[in-house]
């Protein structure tokens, strides 16, 4: 196998190596992408498969679920819809927020697409659900936080706290199916079929 020289000094996260495995080395040939976020990350890139990554503080969407009304910024309804018009409950689907005018025309990123959303050494696979504002990149709902062991809900009393930094996404352009926001076990599947043939193809 041919060496490839590195031209990007970005080291991941150590509690995470070993669950990206073969992505660490893709990272060091990945292509920057030049972007500034008021709120978001430090470090974006595209991979050599298409797939954008980046890692930085996820915030809480509450959007979709009861908690909504707890949630200065919180909203009723979500960009991507479930079947009978009703909207993806932040408090069961574990979702991403991405800003979609400018961001996903760039990267061919559409509602339904799947993401890894890795914390440490845990991994949760996430649906994009939700438009978020433009000055901002890291965003997540209830139920991808409890999946990644930071519980935002106490009894019925919202904690309205995001994770401060570390948190990596990987997102899978093309990946969903477009409109459909797809069941819990259904984007873990989906997630685990991309992420295992990107992170640990020998398998």
Do not use: W
Not at 176 to 203: K, V
Request: glycine share 12%; aromatic share 8%; hydrophobic share 35%.
């Amino acid at each position: 196998m041919p060496v490839v020289a590195s031209v990007n000094h970005y080291q991941p996260p150590p509690a995470s190596l070993a669950r990206l495995g073969r992505i660490v080395r893709q990272l060091q040939v990945a292509e920057p992408v030049r972007l500034h976020f008021r709120r978001g990350p430090e470090q974006i890139f595209r991979l050599p498969g298409g797939q954008i990554y980046f890692e930085g503080p996820l915030e809480l969407d509450t959007d979709g679920s009861s908690f909504y009304r707890q949630d200065p910024t919180g909203q009723r309804d979500t960009s991507l819809h479930l079947p009978g018009d009703r909207p993806v409950d932040a408090n069961r689907v574990p979702y991403f927020v991405l800003p979609c005018k400018g961001f996903c025309d760039r990267f061919g990123i559409r509602l339904g697409d799947i993401a890894a959303v890795i914390y440490g050494d845990r991994i949760e696979f996430a649906v994009f659900a939700d438009c978020g504002p433009a000055n901002k990149l890291g965003e997540g709902s209830i139920a991808l936080h409890r999946s990644l062991g930071h519980e935002t809900i106490r009894g019925a009393r919202l904690r309205n706290e995001g994770l401060e930094s570390g948190v990596i996404t990987i997102v899978f352009p093309g990946s969903g199916i477009a409109g459909d926001p797809q069941t819990p076990q259904r984007i873990r599947t989906l997630g685990r079929a991309l992420f295992g043939a990107l992170a640990h193809p020998e398998r």
